[in-house]
C-alpha cells in the first residue's frame, strides 16, 4: 500500500543521534555511526523525528510501503549489514512480533548463501539471552496460535435486571477484546451492537462499563501504536457483512492520532455489502464526553 514513511539520507546524516529519542515508536535506532529505520512495521510517517534533525537528513516521502510483508523488509535490512540485521530482528523479538520474526530468520537461512555475513551467528545473537535459538524460535513456532489469552470466550449470560445491575460490576461480554486476537465471526459479535474502543478510553471514562459497555461486545485497538490497520479494516467488514452486527459505536480519544480509529470504522463501511449505522464518541483526556453523534 502506498503510504508516508520517514527516508533518512545516510549521505547527509552525521551520526548525531538527537532523533532517536524523538521517535517514539522506536523506528529509528543508531547503527554503525547512522540513523537507521530499522522497520517500517513501527514507522507512522508522522516525521516526529523531523524537526530534531539538526541536518535535515530526515524526510517524509510518500513510497509502497508493505509493514506486514517481513520478507521484503529483511531484503532491505540485509543490504545495511549484519548489526543492522540483528537490530531488526531484536526489535520484533522485543514487541513478541514472533510470526515476522519467523518470517525474517527463516528468509536467512534460506538465503544464507547469498548473504555477506554468517547468518547462524546473528540467530544466535538475537535468540541467546535467555534461551538457546533452536529452544526459542521452536518455542515461537509451537507457540503460534496456542496462546490462553487469545482463546474465545463469551461470558455474557442473557440479559440482567436492573436490580441485578451493579455499580462498578464489569460489563464486559467476551475474550479477547484487542481488535488483532478477536474473531470476527465469533458467536459473541452476531447481531450484536458493538463498541470499538481506542485503548485509552477505558482508563480515562469513570463510567465506561456501566454508561459505554454494557449490553455491547468489545473490540479495542490504536490506531497510532498498532501494525495492523488494513487487517482491522477486514475484521470490522466481516462483523457487518457475516457477523451481521447491528450498530457500530467507535469511541476515541480527543488527541489527534485517536481519528485514525474512527477512519477505520468508516473504511469498513464503506467496504461493507451491508450498511449499519456508526456513532463517533469523542472523550476528553479527563474522561468527559466531548461529542457523541452517529456519522
Known amino acids: 500500500m502506498i503510504r508516508e514513511i ?13 532523533c532517536i ?14 540513523a537507521r529505520l530499522i522497520s517500517d512495521l513501527l514507522c ?23 509493514p506486514y510483508n517481513e520478507t521484503k523488509a529483511i531484503q532491505l535490512m540485509v543490504e545495511k549489514g549484519k548489526n543492522t540485521v540483528i537490530a531488526h530482528l531484536q526489535h520484533l523479538l522485543d514487541h513478541n512480533e514472533t510470526d515476522f520474526l519467523n518470517e525474517g530468520i ?32 521452536t518455542t515461537m513456532h509451537n507457540s503460534h496460535g496456542g496462546c490462553p489469552g487469545s482463546q474465545t470466550m463469551n461470558f455474557s449470560s442473557g440479559n440482567v435486571s436492573l436490580d441485578e445491575q451493579v455499580s462498578g460490576q464489569s460489563q464486559l461480554q467476551q475474550w479477547p477484546v484487542q481488535l488483532h486476537l478477536v474473531n470476527p465471526q465469533a458467536s459473541y ?12 478510553v477505558a482508563f480515562s471514562v469513570g463510567n465506561f462499563h456501566d454508561k ?33 452486527i447491528n450498530t ?17 470504522a468508516q473504511q469498513a463501511a464503506n467496504q461493507a455489502t451491508r450498511k449499519i449505522p456508526i456513532k463517533a464518541i469523542v472523550v476528553s483526556v479527563r474522561g468527559e464526553i466531548l461529542e457523541e453523534k452517529w456519522v
Open 212 to 244: 459505554h459497555l454494557q449490553g455491547k461486545s468489545l473490540a479495542i485497538a490504536c490506531p497510532k501504536l498498532d501494525h495492523s490497520n488494513e487487517s482491522y479494516i477486514d475484521k470490522l467488514t466481516a462483523m457487518i457483512d457475516n457477523a451481521h
Open 44 to 66: 507512522d510517517g508522522l516525521g516526529a523525528c523531523i524537526g530534531h534533525c539538526p541536518v535535515g537528513a530526515i524526510t517524509i516521502e510518500k513510497r509502497e510501503a508493505e
Open 248 to 264: 457500530l459505536s467507535v469511541m476515541i480519544m480527543e488527541v489527534p492520532c485517536c481519528g485514525g480509529l474512527l477512519q477505520i
Open 106 to 137: 527463516t528468509y536467512l537461512h534460506a538465503n544464507k548463501d547469498s548473504i555477506h555475513f554468517n547468518v547462524e551467528e546473528v540467530v544466535a545473537q538475537v535468540a541467546q539471552p535467555k534461551q538457546t535459538k533452536h529452544q526459542k524460535i
Open 21 to 34: 529519542p524523538n521517535c517514539h515508536e522506536g523506528a529509528l535506532q543508531m547503527i554503525d555511526g547512522k
Open 6 to 18: 520517514v527516508t533518512i539520507d545516510e549521505n547527509v546524516c552525521n551520526g548525531c543521534g538527537e
Open 189 to 200: 459479535f452476531t447481531n450484536a451492537d458493538v463498541l470499538l474502543a481506542a485503548d485509552c
